[in-house]
């Protein structure tokens, strides 16, 4: 008579998978992110790793309903298995649901201006961008309402400075800011003169590109600057625009605190106020 395995030791098939995809999908999280942060893999091949690796965490967490039954009917081994792949996949399930909470609360938009009737421009960025990036060109009146409605102090910065000097500053701010300036148009001679300042930036966990461009018009007396910050990829930003509109107008107002109006043409000079601090 052959000998036959007791049902109680005997790993289900289910357990063992349970864990495998499990593993694998946080594999999967792992590798977009590293490849996405450090080498720029386009960013539409991360997010479908991404969703690839939820997907195999929702199979993981099915198998493990599965299993669990088994091991409760007959007693089977592998209630380790199960306990650990129900515990990867809930992480890798789990990452993005504190975003939720943020995509309820703020609006679906991801071009933000301080002008919404007459945007900075996109120049090399929008070259930059690739055919299934959003498109560079302002999405229009939705967007503006949307914006007013959600953050009404987003305004153009109007500043007692020559257009020279606030162009200069604004540069200073951006790289204070260390992000990435890809074009720097210094204002004319003629007045009313304009400049443009474009730069990229990337989030700090998953490094998703972002560009910004900084307009600066005005005379030898007076400049407005306006700054426009839009995500490459995805409908929703998160509100991480309009933080880095703020943050770089914060900047600049720092970077004219910390200066003193020059002659036109030259380069600001730092307060005598600043540097005996």
Avoid: C
Avoid at 64 to 69: C, E, K, L, M, T
Avoid at 88 to 101: E, R, T
Avoid at 181 to 198: H, M, Q, S, Y
């Amino acid at each position: 008579m052959p000998l036959t395995e007791d049902a109680s030791e005997t790993t289900p098939v289910s357990a063992r998978w349970t864990t495998r995809i499990a593993l694998f999908s946080a594999a999967l999280v792992l590798s977009a992110l590293f490849l996405h942060r450090l080498f720029s893999i386009p960013t539409p091949v991360a997010l479908n790793l991404v969703k690839l690796s939820i997907l195999g965490g929702f199979i993981s967490l099915a198998l493990a309903f599965i299993a669990s039954v088994r091991i409760w009917r007959v007693g089977a081994a592998g209630g380790a298995r199960v306990f650990v792949g129900v515990l990867i996949a809930l992480a890798v399930i789990g990452w993005p649901l504190p975003q939720l909470a943020t995509i309820r609360d703020k609006p679906e938009i991801n071009d933000l201006t301080t002008d919404t009737k007459s945007p900075p421009p996109f120049k090399k960025l929008a070259a930059a961008r690739a055919r299934d990036a959003n498109n560079p060109k302002y999405p229009g009146a939705a967007f503006a309402e949307a914006q007013m409605r959600a953050y009404p102090d987003l305004r153009p910065l109007q500043i007692n400075r020559s257009v020279a000097e606030a162009y200069e500053i604004s540069a200073d701010a951006l790289r204070r800011q260390r992000l990435s300036l890809v074009n720097e148009e210094p204002p004319g001679e003629d007045f009313p003169a304009t400049g443009l300042i474009e730069a990229y930036d990337r989030t700090p966990i998953w490094g998703f590109y972002d560009d910004v461009a900084i307009r600066v018009t005005g005379n030898s007396q007076t400049a407005q600057i306006d700054v426009r910050s839009a995500s490459r990829y995805g409908a929703h930003d998160l509100g991480r625009n309009t933080e880095r509109i703020r943050r770089i107008l914060k900047e600049i107002v720092v970077r004219l605190e910390a200066t003193v109006p020059t002659a036109e043409g030259d380069t600001p000079r730092r307060s005598s106020a600043r540097r005996a601090r």
